[in-house]
């Protein structure tokens, strides 16, 4: 049997008791570039076991406060349809629990609309990091193609706010051109600190259900060279922590929906490791803005070896 998959090796809480849920979902079906992105999650986790406990932004010990589990993976079966797997992720989804964070680790990015749906179903806004816009209505045949998850949530009426966009097809251009439903922050524009900051000011006045959708390759590649489809350009490190920190520092904002996708694990490993740090600053900073920092220390972290 498997080992059931941890985060900093600690023991999963009870799903039904827990503040932070991450559900691993190694899809690989549609990757027209780079492949290994099913092996993300694992390898994701993996690398957690060598952070420390601590957190230094936030200046606390999360899991001391504040319990979390790693779900069981959705993974695709054998002569299963993409329609028939996209369901029934959007089942499985469906029945988490709606207080707790939710952090799905993709696997590519083709798995958002379906958990966004499930989680969001009454609408929102997608904060939506990446390389690319992602807004073909198809590609290859298939709605369900890593290309086009922007398509399908917009089509459903989410508003979307794409950041880091360095790579798009002309039809995608005008789509972003004739809809007031679509912000686009360009990759080029934000390298410029004025630009950037009227970004974190727009996040800063965002309010209701928000969505957080990272593809990996949204960062600089001389970062995270482990990506399915890198491009020249993209965030810094701490572009993308001012980012996580503008919406979770917004009291008028109800973030509880993370994905972390398209990591391609790669030998240097510091694409994982990357990825590992920015799920615990995810559930630091949203921790501590919840006021977890406050509650008894009953978490995941009590009782274990810290040495």
Same mark, same amino acid.
């Given at each position: 049997?498997?080992?059931?998959?941890?985060?900093?090796?600690?023991?999963?809480?009870?799903?039904?008791?827990?503040d932070?849920?991450?559900?691993?979902?190694?899809?690989?079906q $549609?990757? $027209?570039?780079?492949?290994?992105?099913?092996?993300?999650?694992?390898?994701?986790?993996?690398?957690?076991e060598?952070?420390?406990?601590?957190e230094?932004?936030?200046?606390w %010990?999360?899991?001391?406060?504040?319990?979390?589990?790693v779900?069981?993976?959705v993974?695709?079966v054998?002569?299963?349809?993409?329609?028939?797997?996209?369901?029934?992720?959007?089942?499985?989804?469906?029945?988490?629990?709606?207080d707790?964070?939710?952090?799905?680790?993709?696997?590519?990015?083709?798995i958002?609309?379906?958990m966004l749906f499930?989680?969001l179903?009454a &609408?929102?806004?997608?904060?939506?990091?990446?390389?690319h816009?992602?807004?073909?209505?198809?590609?290859?045949?298939?709605i369900?193609?890593h290309a086009c998850?922007?398509?399908?949530?917009?089509?459903?009426?989410?508003r979307?706010?794409?950041?880091?966009?360095?790579s798009?097809?002309?039809?995608?251009?005008?789509?972003?051109?004739?809809d007031d439903g679509?912000t686009?922050w360009?990759?080029?524009?934000l390298?410029?600190?004025?630009?950037?900051?009227?970004?974190?000011?727009?996040?800063? %006045?965002l309010?209701?259900?928000?969505?957080?959708?990272?593809?990996?390759?949204?960062f600089d590649?001389?970062?995270?060279?482990?990506?399915?489809?890198?491009?020249?350009?993209?965030?810094s490190?701490?572009?993308?922590?001012?980012?996580?920190q503008?919406?979770?520092t917004?009291r008028?904002v109800?973030?509880r929906?993370?994905?972390?996708?398209?990591?391609?694990?790669?030998p240097?490993?510091?694409?994982?490791?990357?990825?590992a740090?920015l799920?615990?600053?995810?559930?630091?900073?949203?921790?501590?803005?919840?006021?977890?920092?406050?509650r008894?220390?009953? &978490?995941?972290?009590?009782?274990?070896?810290?040495?």
């Amino acid at each position: 049997m498997k080992r059931a998959m941890q985060f900093l090796s600690l023991p999963n809480a009870a799903p039904a008791e827990a503040d932070v849920l991450i559900l691993p979902v190694p899809h690989e079906q $549609t990757v $027209t570039y780079k492949a290994g992105t099913a092996n993300g999650p694992e390898a994701i986790l993996a690398a957690s076991e060598q952070l420390e406990f601590f957190e230094e932004d936030m200046a606390w %010990c999360p899991l001391q406060q504040m319990k979390l589990a790693v779900l069981p993976a959705v993974e695709a079966v054998a002569n299963e349809s993409e329609e028939v797997f996209h369901r029934r992720l959007f089942e499985t989804v469906e029945q988490l629990s709606s207080d707790a964070l939710l952090i799905a680790l993709g696997g590519e990015h083709s798995i958002t609309p379906e958990m966004l749906f499930a989680r969001l179903p009454a &609408g929102g806004t997608v904060v939506h990091v990446d390389a690319h816009a992602d807004l073909r209505p198809r590609y290859q045949g298939s709605i369900y193609n890593h290309a086009c998850p922007m398509h399908r949530i917009r089509a459903r009426g989410y508003r979307l706010i794409q950041v880091g966009i360095r790579s798009l097809h002309a039809n995608e251009a005008a789509q972003i051109e004739s809809d007031d439903g679509i912000t686009v922050w360009f990759d080029r524009a934000l390298q410029r600190p004025g630009v950037w900051q009227q970004l974190l000011e727009q996040l800063a %006045c965002l309010s209701g259900p928000v969505w957080l959708s990272i593809d990996m390759d949204g960062f600089d590649p001389a970062l995270i060279a482990g990506v399915g489809t890198p491009q020249p350009g993209g965030l810094s490190w701490h572009q993308g922590l001012d980012l996580l920190q503008a919406l979770t520092t917004n009291r008028a904002v109800d973030l509880r929906n993370i994905d972390i996708v398209e990591l391609v694990p790669e030998p240097s490993r510091v694409s994982e490791m990357m990825a590992a740090k920015l799920v615990q600053k995810c559930i630091s900073y949203w921790g501590k803005s919840q006021g977890f920092a406050q509650r008894p220390a009953q &978490g995941s972290q009590i009782g274990a070896d810290d040495e």
